[in-house]
Every structure is written in structure tokens, then in C-alpha cells.
């Protein structure tokens, strides 16, 4: 192929084009390794639509399972932006879950319209409370972040197991670790008649208002002078200290008010395990849109389509989960050659 | 609606694949761990193949790796909104949610495994694995020589207790000095931890190890390795440690299932807590190993006999705590309740619960 | 004999035993990340080869051959990370986790049929050593052939690195790309060779946990260990030197939150779990105490921004 073909296919595929073009890359590569496995790929995929949005149940849960992905992802996009790499947001989502909850049990048994405010600023504070500890430590001490953060998930995730196994036992729970049901005050309100709560439209608007900041403001600027050029930032007296700290806090609060919700509104108690990796979820898709917070609603809400999807996929084509994980595998594969290809000769 | 069209046609072919003939009744079942886990989770998926072999006109639909959380719900109206109209929820953690689904779907049965919930529709099963487990209890009680027994258990809840007690208690009726360390490992299936587990009590002169996590399998190779003996749990596992397995409890969830399925289908079914044993063989005392000697055999049948002819009750005063309080007075059988959220440790255990 | 020497001998050896898989693996990504790449795919490589490494010792009876499969099946799935990175110019980040779900997809998949067949593991020494001789007795004892070869591999590599010329080019393009390539050096090819080798060693440590250490293979079976050496790399200084003490101080930790629970230590096992996360931690902070912040290689700090 001559290179005039390629930079006009190039150019044909840019800027709309570029989804199409990975989602047919994903199609050849899932249609393969359907093959591969000895199934049929066309009914597979179709399996895969049916169960992520063939209908409004299939739809809400997929949206269910997206909101935390959100709120983790610009957990995960702030710090980005002067160029900290988080991790923490599965750590930070337990740690406002687990404020969240104190403020709750401790509300109890009078619960009254100020449970829900209150404890969804104490679940942004706590999330907050330990993304600021990862940084002051690297603001404070060089101690970097991406460990730190990496760290401390384990840590808060084993906290909510003591505290379930321990002190916050339900002594009506027989047995079973978790805490006392939450009242009906601490649930935010549901949309649309199913387990789609306010939480959503929540990270949305988050996500909208943070791009404008971040592109619009002086802010945005500084952080981006600080993010690509530290030493620039240095002389036009930019501190990167204290911006280090904002977004930490920041991105910290929003994992934990993620925490919080799915604790509070999905869940309806606090137990073990309930991030179920959208922390994790949430670092990948902040990475796949570049940390634009435009790009993470989008991401989001195809990651959280693909999870949701997992259980019908095993249900109705008969294969294990690993599956889905191989196909979400490859989803991110196809998104990151085409992304590549595409801008191969852009400078970077 | 448009991907509707497009995808119907596709997702009834994808269904025919598994199922040509019409069936009057599909079964969901929703697993906490791997299916093929050759532990817990197979032994209930081999129940689900006992069901679908057993009773004509049933299809079933299955699902592994589902977390004790909110995800639960989602799976099992999905199950519901594809036809299930039997829901077993295999997992101790599921109940609530079922509870709750029971709710919207008034039409579906659900069966849960163990707890002491039920709903209109939303009936328990478990089997009461601590006879068995109190046998071999008695088996792990005469073989060994440092009186310093050892469990690994996953996480502290109340079936993992129940197991911890009976073997404990079992051990004792054979040697009354006998103590339990308890090690936590935090995960069902953590190969690593379990392993280190074993050789972390090895090393501090424990010679039998009982285990409840997902597989037996890495505990028990590391006790063969090690040459000290285990207790199994969920399967036999004698095939990996030939020398160190002295017997175990398993499970045998078909006969169980088949019965609720066809209450079920007969219209006969009321929820209510059905609890196997090892007199109808939900569980199984494993065979013995080499290492267990003809007398012992003799004494550990002969207390099988009596608990199969409700001669002897595992769960019976007198019983003392791990404090030194006394739980039972003496002939006081233990309330259902006590039993199903035992939180509690028996005099001889060596750990703690929280 | 003691029972303290029992106890220090026994620890030593426990603490050995859970850090010879990171050792392989910490091995790898420092030099990964030494030469200015950074690969989150090693918790899937690990996978595959623990997958790969069990079921080639089961087919063949060989523990020997499973490693070897284990540490090839490790370099192919890191070379997916390495045409992502390389040549497609993906974010770092993003095509690391691709490779750890392709991984773990992939390993539970094929190892599904793995579950409940037997290998024969390697043998142990115990009884045949020494073990009347103090402390040293029990740790002799313990050896199996994937501790002592992580006790080989990490100085060997960190001579290699710092002493040989091959190793000066890694870090030449490490530190700075540009002035490799106008020395005629090429930073691609030695990335992606880094990447390779640090595929081949996440497999072998991924095969001598299933292998070797619990002789079991079950699916996400290292729980994470994978993740917890790339954040280790920064702990151990992105010296391979550092990497035998980091991987210790996280094994040791490990170990001791499960001895202590042998000794009837009183407190939740839930809190004693998050020893290795907060030994590990701490140490990083006093270390940075003492002289602030981490010689990151400076090309990585690239990484962030594509």
C-alpha cells in the first residue's frame, strides 16, 4: 500500500470514524478467538448486545455497574493532570465507604433528612482523607505515589473486613459479615424505575464541569504547564506542591463519594468486596481516554456495559467467566492499536 | 429496538446450540467461586449435573464467579427475566438479595444455601457437614503426637466455625488435652497463603491439619510433603496426599436438589430450612487413609452408628467456650439458632473470630 | 537444637518461600522499567505462566519443563504489551491492564481443565541436610530448586546490569533515549528486549509458585502478587541489587502475619494481613526520610505523558 493510500484512509477514518474503526478491530480479534474456542463469533457478539443493552434491564444495570467505573476514572484523570499516577481510587472508594457507613451507624436509629448530605460529604472526605495521606507523602517526602496509593488499597480493603467481622457486625445478620441495613434517608434517590441511582447523573455532571475547568481555566493551564513542564512551572512561580495537593484531595473525594453510593444505594449495607474492582476499572478507562474527562463518560459506560454483560454471557452461550475477561481484554487491545495507528505520525 | 431485531434471531440461535427439546423448567445456579474449583463450587455444580440428568424436562443455566455482593441481584434477574423459575443461590452471602428478589418475583423459587432467613418463596438448604467433620475430628485425635492440632480456614463465618468446633470437639473425645490453631488466610482460593499456612503450623509442631477453604488440594499436598496428616473437606482429595489424608467430609448435593425440584414441579414445595446429613447422605465420611488404625476405624463407625441412630449428638452439653465459660449444660441440645450463627469458639481452640 | 533456632531457621525459610516468586518478577520489571517502559501485565504473565508452567509438568512429569513452559508462555503474553507499546505507541498504563485481563482470561480458560489433575513437584533436602547445624539446619532443609534459583538470578542480574557492557546500553536508554540513539544505540529494540525478559521472568515466578511452592494451579491464583512487584520496583530503588531484601522484607511480612497467627497473637487476622502492605510502606517512607525521593529512571518519567 502506498503511503497516499494510508494517509487518506487515514484521514477518512479521523475524527468519527476512529470508534467505528476500533470496534471493527475488536469484532476480527473477538470473532477469532470465538473461532479459536470453537464457537460461533456472530451469536456470541450477539449474546454480548443482548446482554448489555438488548433491553431497559439489561440497560440500567449496565449503567449500574458504570457509575462507580466514572467517578473512580476522574478519581484517577485529576491527579493525572500534574502528572501524579493514582492508583488509590479502589482503596479510596472503601475508605468513603467506610466514613460514610460511621456517619450512618452513628445517625442510627433516628435517621432524618441531613443522613443523606452528611454522609455523602463524610464519604467524600474520607476517600479524600487517604489520597491526601498518599499526597503529602509525595509531596512531603518524595515518597511516590503510584505505590503509596497501591499500598493503601490493600490496607482499606482489609479495614472494611474488620470492621464487618468486627465492631460493625449486624447482630441480626447471623452470623454474615456485614453491617445493619442502611434506612431509606441514605439512599439516593433511583431514576427510571431501577437500581440507576442519582450517582450517575452525579458523575456525569462531575465529569462535564471538571473538563470545562480543566480546559477553560487558569487552573486547567497551570496544571498542564506543571504537568509537561515542571521546571517552566518553577519560573513563572507555579506550585506544584500545593496543586499536587488540590487534585489528590479532589480525586480522592471522588472515589470515596463512589464508595459511598454504591454502599449506601446499591449495596444497602456495608460488606466486603463491594468495589469489585472499579477502582481498577476506573484507572483503565481514565488511561484509555487520556485523562479527558469528556472521553471517560463514554469509556465508562462501555466498560461498565462489558462487566454487566459477563453474567448473561456465561448464562446463555454456556461459557466460563474467564471469557469475559479475554474479551474485554481484547476490546482494549483493538482501542489501543487503532488509537496507535491512527496517530503514528503525530509527534509524542 | 433496532438492536433488539438484530439480535433476537441471534441469541435464539446461540440458545438452541445447548438445548434442542422444549423444557418445562429452568434452573439457575449462581456460584461464588470457579465452577471447576475441585472444591465447594464443583461439588455443587456436580449437583446441578445430578439435577438436569435426573429430572426430565429441565434445563439449567449457570453462572461462577459471582461476588456475595449486589452483583448477585443482577444475575439472578437476569436468570429470572430468561425463564428460571427455580433459583439455587449457593453461596451463604446471597441470601439477603435473594430475600429481596423474592420479593419482586413471587413466582420464582429460590433455595439458598444455609442461614436461618426465609421468605414466602425463598426456602434454605444446607447439610450439617459437622458430624461427619467431628469423625474425622476423632481420626486427626488419634494420630496425633504433639496433641497440637491446626485448621486453615478462609473466613470466620459461621459454617467455617461450625467445622472448626466439630473437628475440635471430635479430636478431644479421643484425647482430651488436644488444642486447634486457627489460621485465617482472608480468601477462598489463595493456593499461596494456604500452603505457607501449612508449613507455618508444621513448623510450630502441629501434626494435623483440617482446612475449610474452596479446595483441599494445596493444603493437602503440603501436609504430605511436610509428613504430617489432614482432614479434607468438600472432596476427597486422597489421590493428592495418599499418606496424609486420614479421612474427610463431602458433600453429595444431588439427591437434595432433585427433591426440591420436584416438590417444586408437584406444587408440593412450602419454604423452609432443609438440612442434610449423613444419614441421607447429603455428606460423606470419606475413606479412611492408611494411617488411621483398624481400632480407631472400629471406635470412629461405631460413634457413626450412634449419630446415624440419634444416639449421639455432636451439638449437646455439656460444652465449655474457648473461655473457659460453659456454653450447654449437660444433656442441653444447641438451639437451631446458636448452631446456624455460631460465633463462638469451643474450649481448645487456639485463635480469634474477629 | 533450640526451639529458637527452629523458629528463626523456620521464618527465614517461610520468608524465602513466599518471596521467590516476586524475586522473578521484581527482576524483570526493574529492568522493564529501567529501560524506560513500565508493563502492569505482569500479574497476567504470572498467570499464564503459573497456567503454562502446571500443565506442561503435568503432560510431560517433569517440574523442570514446567518452568521452562511457564517462563515462555510469560515472554509471548508480554510481547502483546510490547507491539502495543513499541509499535503501536499505546499508553503504558492501559496496555499493561489489557495484558493482565488477557492473561487471567486466558490462564482460567485454558487451566480449567488443570483443576484436579496431580504433578509431581520437586523434592525436598529435608532430612538429608544438616539438620543438627543452628538455624542453618532448617533453612537447608526448606530449599527447593525455585528458591535457590532466585537466590542465583537476582545478583547475577544486577552484576550483569551494572558491570557488563549490554547492561550500560539498558541503562543509557533508560535514562535518556535520545542521547542513546545519537550514541547509535537503538532504545526500541533494547525496550522490547527488556520487556521480553521481563515477560519470560513474571512466568517463571508465576511457575514456580504453581510448580514449585503450592503445587496447584488455580485461577487468579497470585492474588495480586504481580501488581504489588511493579509498585515494589520503586521500593527496591530500580536496583536489582535492592530487589533479594525488597522481595524478603514483602515475603517475610507475609509469612509473619500468618506465624503470628500460629502463636496465638490476639489480634484480628484481618489486621495482621496488612502487614506486608504497611511494612512495605513504611520502609519506602523511611528510606525517603533519609534521602528524599527515588532515582526513577528520568525516560520514565516520559511515560506518564503519552
Given at each position: 500500500m502506498s503511503g497516499g493510500t494510508v494517509d487518506r484512509a487515514r484521514a477518512m477514518a479521523a475524527p468519527l470514524g476512529r470508534p467505528a474503526l476500533a470496534a471493527a478491530a475488536f469484532v476480527v480479534l473477538a470473532a477469532a478467538f470465538f473461532a479459536v474456542i470453537g464457537r460461533n463469533p456472530l451469536s456470541m457478539i450477539g449474546v454480548v448486545l443482548e446482554a448489555?443493552?438488548?433491553?431497559?434491564?439489561?440497560?440500567?444495570?449496565?449503567?449500574?455497574?458504570?457509575?462507580?467505573?466514572?467517578?473512580?476514572?476522574?478519581?484517577?484523570?485529576?491527579?493525572?493532570?500534574?502528572?501524579?499516577?493514582?492508583?488509590?481510587?479502589?482503596?479510596?472508594?472503601?475508605?468513603?465507604?467506610?466514613?460514610?457507613?460511621?456517619?450512618?451507624?452513628?445517625?442510627?436509629?433516628?435517621?432524618?433528612?441531613?443522613?443523606?448530605?452528611?454522609?455523602?460529604?463524610?464519604?467524600?472526605?474520607?476517600?479524600?482523607?487517604?489520597?491526601?495521606?498518599?499526597?503529602?507523602?509525595?509531596t512531603g517526602l518524595q515518597v511516590n505515589e503510584t505505590i503509596s496509593t497501591l499500598l493503601t488499597n490493600y490496607v482499606a480493603a482489609l479495614l472494611v473486613t474488620w470492621l464487618v467481622y468486627g465492631p460493625w457486625k449486624s447482630p441480626a445478620s447471623q452470623g454474615w459479615p456485614a453491617t445493619v441495613e442502611f434506612p431509606a434517608a441514605a439512599k439516593l434517590p433511583a431514576l427510571f424505575d431501577s437500581r440507576v441511582h442519582a450517582g450517575l447523573l452525579i458523575g456525569i455532571a462531575l465529569a462535564v464541569v471538571l473538563h470545562l475547568v480543566l480546559t477553560r481555566s487558569r487552573w486547567g493551564l497551570v496544571l498542564d504547564v506543571l504537568r509537561s513542564n515542571p521546571r517552566a512551572g518553577l519560573v513563572a512561580g507555579l506550585d506544584f506542591r500545593r496543586n499536587a495537593l488540590i487534585v489528590m484531595a479532589l480525586g480522592g473525594a471522588l472515589a470515596g463519594l463512589a464508595g459511598i453510593a454504591e454502599t449506601a444505594s446499591i449495596q444497602g449495607r456495608l460488606q466486603s468486596d463491594i468495589a469489585g474492582g472499579a477502582g481498577f476499572s476506573g484507572f483503565l478507562v481514565a488511561w484509555l481516554a487520556r485523562n479527558h474527562c469528556l472521553r471517560i463518560i463514554?469509556?465508562?459506560?462501555?466498560?461498565?456495559?462489558?462487566?454487566?454483560?459477563?453474567?448473561?454471557?456465561?448464562?446463555?452461550?454456556?461459557?466460563?467467566?474467564?471469557?469475559?475477561?479475554?474479551?474485554?481484554?481484547?476490546?482494549?487491545?483493538?482501542?489501543l492499536l487503532v488509537n496507535g495507528w491512527l496517530d503514528r505520525k503525530r509527534p509524542g | 429496538m433496532k438492536l433488539h431485531r438484530?439480535?433476537?434471531?441471534?441469541?435464539?440461535?446461540?440458545?438452541?446450540?445447548?438445548?434442542?427439546?422444549?423444557?418445562?423448567?429452568?434452573?439457575?445456579?449462581?456460584?461464588?467461586?470457579?465452577?471447576?474449583?475441585?472444591?465447594?463450587?464443583?461439588?455443587?455444580?456436580?449437583?446441578?449435573?445430578?439435577?438436569?440428568?435426573?429430572?426430565?424436562?429441565?434445563?439449567?443455566?449457570?453462572?461462577?464467579?459471582?461476588?456475595?455482593?449486589?452483583?448477585?441481584?443482577?444475575?439472578?434477574?437476569?436468570?429470572?427475566?430468561?425463564?428460571?423459575?427455580?433459583?439455587?443461590?449457593?453461596?451463604?452471602?446471597?441470601?439477603?438479595?435473594?430475600?429481596?428478589?423474592?420479593?419482586?418475583?413471587?413466582?420464582?423459587?429460590?433455595?439458598?444455601?444455609?442461614?436461618?432467613?426465609?421468605?414466602?418463596?425463598?426456602?434454605?438448604?444446607?447439610?450439617?457437614?459437622?458430624?461427619?467433620?467431628?469423625?474425622?475430628?476423632?481420626?486427626?485425635?488419634?494420630?496425633?503426637?504433639?496433641?497440637?492440632?491446626?485448621?486453615?480456614?478462609?473466613?470466620?463465618?459461621?459454617?467455617?466455625?461450625?467445622?472448626?468446633?466439630?473437628?475440635?470437639?471430635?479430636?478431644?473425645?479421643?484425647?482430651p488435652k488436644v488444642t486447634t490453631t486457627v489460621v485465617w488466610t482472608g480468601g477462598w482460593l489463595e493456593p499461596a497463603k494456604e500452603a505457607e499456612a501449612t508449613n507455618s503450623l508444621v513448623d510450630a509442631?502441629?501434626?494435623?491439619?483440617?482446612?475449610?477453604?474452596?479446595?483441599?488440594?494445596?493444603?493437602?499436598?503440603?501436609?504430605?510433603?511436610?509428613?504430617?496428616?489432614?482432614?479434607?473437606?468438600?472432596?476427597?482429595?486422597?489421590?493428592?496426599?495418599?499418606?496424609?489424608?486420614?479421612?474427610?467430609?463431602?458433600?453429595?448435593?444431588?439427591?437434595?436438589?432433585?427433591?426440591?425440584?420436584?416438590?417444586?414441579?408437584?406444587?408440593?414445595?412450602?419454604?423452609?430450612?432443609?438440612?442434610g446429613d449423613l444419614k441421607d447422605g447429603t455428606v460423606v465420611l470419606d475413606p479412611f487413609g492408611p494411617a488411621v488404625t483398624e481400632p480407631v476405624r472400629k471406635t470412629i463407625l461405631a460413634k457413626k452408628a450412634d449419630i446415624l441412630a440419634d444416639k449421639f449428638e455432636v451439638w449437646s452439653g455439656p460444652m465449655t467456650a474457648q473461655d473457659g465459660k460453659e456454653l450447654l449444660p449437660a444433656g442441653k441440645a444447641m438451639p437451631m439458632d446458636m448452631l446456624e450463627s455460631m460465633g463462638f469458639f469451643v474450649k481448645g481452640v487456639i485463635g480469634t473470630i474477629k | 537444637m533450640t526451639t529458637f533456632d527452629i523458629v528463626l531457621g523456620s521464618f527465614l525459610v517461610s520468608a524465602l518461600r513466599s518471596a521467590t516468586p516476586l524475586v522473578f518478577v521484581l527482576v524483570g520489571e526493574t529492568l522493564v522499567q529501567r529501560t524506560g517502559s513500565i508493563n502492569l501485565g505482569v500479574e497476567g504473565q504470572m498467570l499464564v505462566g503459573a497456567m503454562a508452567g502446571y500443565g506442561a509438568a503435568a503432560l510431560w512429569g517433569d517440574p523442570w519443563l514446567g518452568l521452562v513452559a511457564g517462563a515462555v508462555a510469560g515472554m509471548?503474553?508480554?510481547?502483546?504489551?510490547?507491539?502495543?507499546?513499541?509499535?503501536?505507541?499505546?499508553?503504558?498504563?492501559?496496555?499493561?491492564?489489557?495484558?493482565?485481563?488477557?492473561?487471567?482470561?486466558?490462564?482460567?480458560?485454558?487451566?480449567?481443565?488443570?483443576?484436579?489433575?496431580?504433578?509431581?513437584?520437586?523434592?525436598?533436602?529435608?532430612?538429608?541436610?544438616?539438620?543438627?547445624?543452628?538455624?542453618?539446619?532448617?533453612?537447608?532443609?526448606?530449599?527447593?530448586?525455585?528458591?535457590?534459583?532466585?537466590?542465583?538470578?537476582?545478583?547475577?542480574?544486577?552484576?550483569?546490569?551494572?558491570?557488563?557492557?549490554?547492561?550500560?546500553?539498558?541503562?543509557?536508554?533508560?535514562?535518556?533515549?535520545?542521547?542513546?540513539?545519537?550514541?547509535?544505540?537503538?532504545?526500541?529494540?533494547?525496550?522490547?528486549?527488556?520487556?521480553?525478559?521481563?515477560?519470560?521472568?513474571?512466568?517463571?515466578?508465576?511457575?514456580?509458585?504453581?510448580?514449585?511452592?503450592?503445587?496447584?494451579?488455580?485461577?487468579?491464583?497470585?492474588?495480586?502478587?504481580?501488581?504489588?512487584?511493579?509498585?515494589?520496583?520503586?521500593?527496591?530503588?530500580?536496583?536489582?541489587?535492592?530487589?533479594?531484601?525488597?522481595?524478603?522484607?514483602?515475603?517475610?511480612?507475609?509469612?509473619?502475619?500468618?506465624?503470628?497467627?500460629?502463636a496465638d497473637a490476639g489480634v484480628s487476622a484481618h489486621l495482621l494481613l496488612t502487614l506486608p502492605y504497611i511494612t512495605s510502606l513504611a520502609v519506602l517512607t523511611l528510606t525517603c526520610l533519609r534521602d528524599r525521593g527515588q532515582a526513577a529512571p528520568a525516560g520514565l518519567r516520559a511515560v506518564m505523558d503519552r
Open positions: 448489555a443493552a438488548g433491553d431497559s434491564y439489561a440497560i440500567g444495570e449496565s449503567l449500574v455497574r458504570a457509575t462507580p467505573i466514572l467517578l473512580c476514572a476522574l478519581a484517577t484523570a485529576l491527579p493525572a493532570r500534574v502528572g501524579l499516577i493514582s492508583v488509590g481510587a479502589e482503596g479510596q472508594f472503601y475508605a468513603g465507604a467506610i466514613a460514610g457507613t460511621g456517619t450512618v451507624l452513628s445517625m442510627l436509629p433516628t435517621p432524618g433528612w441531613t443522613m443523606l448530605p452528611l454522609m455523602l460529604v463524610t464519604g467524600a472526605l474520607g476517600g479524600m482523607a487517604l489520597s491526601l495521606l498518599a499526597g503529602l507523602l509525595r463514554p469509556l465508562s459506560l462501555l466498560v461498565g456495559a462489558l462487566l454487566a454483560s459477563g453474567d448473561g454471557l456465561q448464562m446463555f452461550a454456556q461459557v466460563p467467566s474467564s471469557v469475559t475477561l479475554v474479551i474485554q481484554g481484547l476490546l482494549f487491545v483493538a482501542v | 438484530l439480535v433476537r434471531p441471534l441469541l435464539a440461535a446461540a440458545l438452541a446450540l445447548g438445548a434442542h427439546a422444549a423444557h418445562s423448567q429452568t434452573i439457575g445456579y449462581i456460584y461464588v467461586g470457579p465452577e471447576k474449583d475441585y472444591g465447594y463450587n464443583t461439588s455443587h455444580d456436580l449437583g446441578r449435573q445430578y439435577v438436569e440428568k435426573t429430572v426430565s424436562g429441565t434445563k439449567t443455566l449457570h453462572v461462577e464467579n459471582i461476588p456475595e455482593t449486589a452483583e448477585v441481584s443482577r444475575v439472578m434477574e437476569r436468570m429470572i427475566k430468561s425463564g428460571a423459575s427455580i433459583v439455587f443461590a449457593t453461596s451463604y452471602g446471597y441470601l439477603d438479595y435473594a430475600i429481596e428478589l423474592g420479593k419482586k418475583y413471587p413466582k420464582v423459587a429460590f433455595m439458598h444455601a444455609g442461614g436461618l432467613k426465609t421468605g414466602d418463596n425463598v426456602g434454605t438448604y444446607w447439610a450439617n457437614s459437622d458430624d461427619a467433620i467431628y469423625l474425622a475430628g476423632m481420626a486427626a485425635g488419634s494420630v496425633t503426637k504433639s496433641g497440637k492440632l491446626g485448621f486453615i480456614a478462609a473466613f470466620p463465618i459461621p459454617q467455617v466455625v461450625r467445622s472448626i468446633n466439630a473437628f475440635t470437639l471430635g479430636a478431644q473425645a479421643m484425647n509442631g502441629i501434626d494435623v491439619i483440617g482446612e475449610q477453604v474452596d479446595s483441599p488440594i494445596t493444603i493437602a499436598q503440603t501436609a504430605e510433603k511436610r509428613g504430617i496428616f489432614v482432614v479434607g473437606k468438600d472432596v476427597d482429595v486422597s489421590k493428592f496426599a495418599p499418606k496424609s489424608v486420614l479421612t474427610g467430609a463431602s458433600w453429595n448435593w444431588g439427591p437434595t436438589m432433585v427433591k426440591v425440584v420436584n416438590e417444586i414441579k408437584a406444587g408440593t414445595w412450602k419454604p423452609s430450612h432443609i438440612r | 509471548l503474553l508480554s510481547s502483546v504489551h510490547g507491539l502495543l507499546t513499541l509499535a503501536a505507541r499505546a499508553n503504558q498504563f492501559a496496555s499493561g491492564l489489557a495484558v493482565w485481563m488477557l492473561g487471567f482470561g486466558l490462564s482460567a480458560y485454558y487451566g480449567a481443565g488443570l483443576v484436579g489433575r496431580k504433578i509431581e513437584g520437586f523434592g525436598t533436602w529435608r532430612g538429608a541436610g544438616p539438620d543438627s547445624v543452628p538455624v542453618l539446619g532448617p533453612i537447608v532443609a526448606g530449599m527447593t530448586p525455585t528458591v535457590l534459583l532466585a537466590l542465583v538470578v537476582a545478583p547475577a542480574v544486577a552484576w550483569w546490569f551494572w558491570r557488563t557492557r549490554t547492561g550500560l546500553v539498558w541503562r543509557a536508554v533508560g535514562e535518556s533515549p535520545e542521547a542513546a540513539r545519537a550514541a547509535g544505540l537503538r532504545p526500541i529494540r533494547v525496550r522490547l528486549q527488556a520487556i521480553l525478559l521481563g515477560g519470560l521472568l513474571s512466568g517463571l515466578g508465576g511457575a514456580a509458585l504453581s510448580v514449585d511452592h503450592t503445587r496447584t494451579w488455580a485461577e487468579g491464583m497470585t492474588a495480586g502478587r504481580g501488581l504489588v512487584a511493579v509498585g515494589l520496583v520503586i521500593v527496591a530503588r530500580w536496583n536489582p541489587w535492592w530487589v533479594l531484601p525488597t522481595a524478603l522484607l514483602f515475603g517475610g511480612a507475609e509469612a509473619l502475619a500468618l506465624r503470628l497467627q500460629t
